[in-house]
């Protein structure tokens, strides 16, 4: 019995979890969907540019091998497949206010974690290996008259991109965003919870 009573003091003795302000909360939320959806713009930005960049190489210029055809609109499918997925992203963070409706809010944050991890996962890979091999398609014929050592200096530092690219600036940026996403929706789980 004195175990059970002292189980019960170490119980209630327990801090307890703080409410959250739901003015806080929704603002601190808000603030972090913020950040993540103006780093979705710029992506988005960033890829009309390169899509407006490929689609002049592939109109105005003029190649002699279809391998470089066949490069080029590898690559641009590739970042039209990315740029869809960016978008739609982007849109699903910027449908609702958070303060409207916290609880619809919510669900769209784990819809937006769920298309992200998709896209961290398998596409990604999938995505760089295309964007590789049609910038690969494309050096042929463009690299097809240089020197032997500028050709293995443009692909090698390709190469180094595509590493650096796959091996450390993914896992820096999509922890450092699924960090946020999980703090905001352990926040507005919280603050449903409170009133549940």
Known sequence: MKDFEHLMSVWQEQPKRDQL???ETLKQVKRGVRTIASQL????MAMAAVLGLTFVILFFFVFQSWLTYVGIFTMLIT?????????RNYRILKRRDATLNPNEYLQDLKEYQKNRTKITG??????????????SLYFVEILQNAPLLYKIAVYGITIIWFLFLTFWYKKRIFKNEEEKLNLMIERLERLQGQFE
């Not at 713009?41 to 988005?44: K, L, N, Q, R, V």
Request: proline content about 0%.
């Open 21 to 23: 302000s739901v003015d």
């Open 41 to 44: 713009y710029w992506g988005i």
């Open 79 to 87: 970042m039209l497949l990315y740029a869809v997925m960016i978008v």
């Open 122 to 135: 398998w596409f990604y890979y999938f995505y760089l290996l295309l964007i590789s091999l049609g910038l």
